[in-house]
């Protein structure tokens, strides 16, 4: 291994035996060569880290840990990486086969970036699948530096998705990594972090596939972290950022309690949905939040099944399938 690699590769494995071989397999097709795979296995107990391992690629480190969570897991990788410039790809995803020259040209073409990310698809769990949406991002080319990060992440499906973004290991380390302690949404706190001080290079062109878990409907054991560490950490960017961004960063802390009301919605507990949908109305534009806070008054069951049947009616699930 004496060449330094251009890209450090960092697949997070816990008990995704029967995922993480499609996974490899996608980086392994890249049409640039020069990387290296880490897959930490943060204590998997199924036949995932042998799955990696048979894969049979030379620069392929498997790094053990006692199971500590996905954070810990990635976080772990980056202190392992050889290469300035790090990708994540979780071992349920998989990539398009040239992200990594995507990401790579960004890297060259916008040298005053630390952060280069793709579109992506998004398949659903009976296999229809849709790009990501981004309201607010503009039309001009398909590749160029991405500006307003809350005001697009405000309205949008997230813009930065693990499986879809680079960045640069000073730059992961200067903001701490991934939170650790974190349940749901460490990502997009790292990310936050990240576009509160960096610049972002975007391709928008989908190239990589996000197999996207259950539904809440379908996962009512799914309970938003308490206290919501994740809000806390959003609200302090606050105090680095200009009047405008500022604003838009306030629209993204709404958006971010309007989607937990939804969950409690789901689990029947309308008393904390309630509360996470009158916080989101502190933007008095987030009007969905408005409405579910009319739906929160509803006996639990009810309310849920109201809303499920209007999200329903207008899913973007329902847009023809994206094609590979």
Known sequence: MSETPEVSVIVPLYNKG?????????????????Y?????????????????VAAGYPRLRLVRQQN??????????????????????????EWEPDFLETVLRLRERFPGCAVY????????????????????????????????????ASKSDPPLHVSAVAASKSALLAVGGFPVGITTGEDLLTWARLASRHSIAYCREAKARFWAPATVEARPGRKPQEPDLVAQGLNAL???????????????????????????????????????????????????????????????????????????????????????
């Open 117 to 152: 990310a793709t579109g992506y698809t998004i398949v659903a769990p009976d296999g229809s699948a849709r790009k990501a949406l981004l309201r607010g991002m503009g039309r001009r080319g398909k590749e160029g530096v991405f500006a307003a990060y809350f005001r697009v």
């Open 36 to 52: 290296e795979v880490i897959v930490v296995d943060d204590g998997s107990t199924d036949e995932g880290p042998a799955v990696a």
């Open 68 to 93: 500590a969570g996905v954070s810990a897991a990635r976080n772990r990788g980056i202190q392992e990486a050889r290469a300035d410039l790090i990708a994540f790809l979780d071992a349920d995803d």
């Open 238 to 324: 606050g105090e680095t950022l200009d009047q405008q961004c500022k604003r838009e960063l306030r629209r993204y802390v709404s958006h971010w309690h309007r989607m937990r009301g939804v969950i409690y919605l789901h689990l029947g507990d309308t008393k904390r949905a309630r509360s996470e949908f009158a916080m989101a109305l502190r933007d008095p534009l987030n009007l969905r939040a408005a409405v579910l806070l009319l739906f929160s008054f509803l006996p639990g069951w009810n309310a849920a099944r109201l809303h499920a049947a209007v999200s329903r009616a207008i899913s973007p699930w329902r847009k023809p399938p994206a094609h590979r």
């Open 18 to 34: 029967s995922e993480v071989g499609r996974a490899i397999g996608s980086v392994l097709a890249q049409t640039v060569k020069n």
